[in-house]
């Protein structure tokens, strides 16, 4: 199955900042077929994108996605309140599909 | 309110059975393809089953197969799913996830819900 990695584990940022997530996956992943979710706890996690840089209905433009192969970034210019949260990355190109451990996004 | 609202969720002993179900409003339930997704203490998200909208096709996930089952009634816009013979390693919130591309699988997926906690432990 196709490993995703996500670095770093946790990072302490502050409202404001822009952060980049990544996701590294242990083979190429097939054609574009990437996505993101933001979790919260208690909340129900809500896809962000798909196709690498299709944002999904409703996300606002700050988040954006990039990357290719086996190497894959999320970006969120200007950090909000709500956007604390773990991230994580899936792919579905191979099955299984498979996501990543996940990235902690705390304030700092 | 489009939504989804799992439950069934609670502690059990290995070896146990426990049926989750997950009620769907706000939408055409029958005009999608459901699977169960998964996360453990401290761990990442893992998928464990699919189902499409006539129940004729179906999938699990390795760590699962032969002991999970799932099903759905499109009558009752619910989903559901059966795990028997549970180990400590199934334990996680269980999450219900609709995906993006209604009757025809695009494996990635756009509304969750928020998830019923299983826990196995002796």
């Known amino acids: 199955e196709n490993v995703l990695t996500q670095s770093p584990g946790t990072l302490s940022l502050s409202p404001g900042e822009r952060v980049t997530l990544s996701c590294r996956a242990s083979q190429s992943v097939s054609s574009t077929y990437l996505a993101w979710y933001q979790a919260k706890v208690g909340q129900a996690p809500r896809l962000l994108m798909y196709g690498i840089s299709s944002r999904a209905t409703g996300i606002p433009d700050r988040f954006s996605g990039s990357g290719s192969g086996t190497d894959f970034t999320l970006t969120i210019n200007r950090l909000e309140p709500e956007d604390f949260a773990v991230y994580y990355c899936q792919q579905y190109g191979s099955p299984p599909l498979t996501f990543g451990g996940g990235t902690k996004v705390e304030l700092k | 309110e489009v939504q989804m609202v799992e439950s069934g969720g609670d502690l059990v002993q290995p070896g146990e059975s426990l049926r989750l179900s997950c009620a769907a409003s706000g939408f055409t339930f029958s005009n999608y393809v459901m699977n169960w997704v998964r996360r453990a203490p401290g761990k990442g998200l893992e998928w464990v089953s699919y189902i499409d909208t006539s129940s004729e096709t179906i999938y699990y996930a390795d760590s699962v197969k032969g002991r999970f089952s799932i099903s759905r009634d499109n009558a009752k816009n619910s989903l559901y799913l059966q795990m028997n013979n549970l180990r400590d390693e199934d334990t996680a919130v269980y999450y219900c996830?609709?995906?993006?591309?209604?009757?025809?699988?695009?494996?990635?997926?756009?509304?969750w819900g928020r998830g019923t906690l299983v826990t196995v432990s002796s």
């Open positions: 996830a609709r995906d993006w591309g209604r009757s025809q699988p695009r494996w990635f997926f756009d509304l």
